[in-house]
């Protein structure tokens, strides 16, 4: 438990970035399994409009520092190249 003022204030700062953070993360993690499930149900159509969604999904996040950007361009590399094997 935090007894001085300005620790107080990190222990707020950190409760509201860590829901933040949570949020973002939430979010994109939804987006990309129904990216997986369009491409796992074989439609090609709506899982290139789902892969623009994940997309700007994983860069938004990656962007907020939630994830680092290396791993949201990996993930971002592989789901395309997922999408472009549908044709």
Request: a positive charge; glycine letters at 4%.
């Amino acid at each position: 438990m935090a007894h001085h003022k300005s620790a107080e204030k990190r222990a707020r700062q950190a409760t509201k970035r860590q829901a933040r953070n949570r949020s973002v993360l939430r979010r994109t993690r939804t987006v990309v399994k129904e990216l997986r499930e369009s491409i796992a149900a074989g439609d090609g159509a709506q899982a290139a409009e789902r892969l623009r969604s994940a997309e700007r999904e994983l860069r938004k996040a990656a962007s907020k520092g939630v994830v680092p950007r290396r791993r949201a361009d990996r993930a971002v590399s592989r789901l395309a190249k997922a999408v472009h094997k549908l044709g």
